[in-house]
């Protein structure tokens, strides 16, 4: 019994970016440590996070194109 490779490294890259983008406000054993569905919740919720920045940063781009 063990956890596969593959969900090592889903649960590493988890961690690793919810750390990064935390910017230092999860450690590492904080986050290795927070039950699994929080932390997926919390990931899941930076995911959406992120990819409204980038609809923002493309609608702040048009307009700023269409000006020009």
């Known amino acids: 019994f063990g956890l596969t490779p593959k ?3 889903s649960v590493y890259e988890q961690i690793f970016q919810l750390g990064y ?3 230092g406000f999860h450690n590492f054993k904080e986050l ?3 039950p699994i569905g929080m932390r997926e ?3 899941r ?7 409204e920045e980038q609809e923002q940063a493309k609608k702040a ?3 700023y194109n269409r000006k020009r």
């Open 61 to 63: 781009s048009s307009k």
């Open 21 to 23: 983008y935390s910017r």
């Open 45 to 51: 919720r930076l995911v959406k996070a992120k990819k």
């Open 7 to 9: 969900y090592k490294e």
């Open 32 to 34: 290795y440590e927070m």
């Open 41 to 43: 919740w919390y990931y």
